[in-house]
């Protein structure tokens, strides 16, 4: 019996001095890669809000500083272009204005950057959108498996930007 107790007694003593202290620094490393990427994904949107247009060189060196954390990341992109065509009554006089857009998504992006001179270019008023999720597991997520034995969340990094395109350099 003494013996029973003695491992118990070492097993809670491993898990409070060590495995617990651990997790908590694996918990606030992941909300410290969660800023950064945060804060890099807002960069680059705003990069291409303001410029119209994304390049090769932009879009290599926000993946450069994502691969920085060490974690695998999945991001995907969107382009929304606004048309707007005037609603007309029998007259032809103007009464109003259709909006519609049509969406360009990252597979379509990447392939004019890198097949029609290394440039996807927007136009003002249109709507662009990154999204960026963590695809493998962080310290986090091991502790998380180990203590309750699964993840506490679907992602533990994750960001999005973006919003109306500001400037446009020559459009689409």
């Known amino acids: 019996m003494n013996l029973v107790g003695k491992i118990i007694s070492f097993v809670f003593a491993m898990l409070v001095f060590f495995i617990l202290p651990i997790s908590y620094h694996a918990q606030k490393q992941d909300a410290l890669i969660q800023v950064f990427v945060q804060t890099e994904t807002t960069k680059f949107a705003d990069a291409i809000k303001c410029n119209g247009y994304i390049d090769e060189e932009m879009y290599l060196s926000f993946l450069a500083v994502l691969d920085s954390t060490g974690i695998l990341y999945e991001v995907t992109m969107d382009h929304a272009h606004v048309i707007t065509e005037p609603e007309l009554d029998d007259a032809g006089a103007v009464t109003g204005y259709y909006?519609?857009?049509?969406?360009?998504?990252?597979?379509?992006?990447?392939?004019?950057?890198?097949?029609?001179?290394?440039?996807?270019?927007?136009?003002?008023?249109?709507?662009?959108?990154?999204?960026?999720?963590?695809?493998?597991?962080?310290?986090?997520?091991?502790?998380?498996?180990?203590?309750?034995?699964?993840?506490?969340?679907?992602?533990?990094?994750?960001?999005?930007?973006?919003?109306?395109?500001?400037?446009?350099?020559?459009g689409m």
């Open 99 to 170: 909006e519609y857009s049509l969406s360009t998504y990252e597979s379509e992006m990447l392939d004019r950057i890198y097949q029609e001179n290394g440039r996807y270019k927007m136009s003002q008023g249109d709507y662009f959108s990154v999204k960026v999720n963590n695809r493998t597991n962080t310290y986090k997520d091991f502790f998380d498996h180990l203590l309750y034995g699964a993840k506490t969340s679907e992602y533990s990094v994750f960001a999005t930007a973006g919003g109306k395109i500001l400037d446009e350099e020559e």
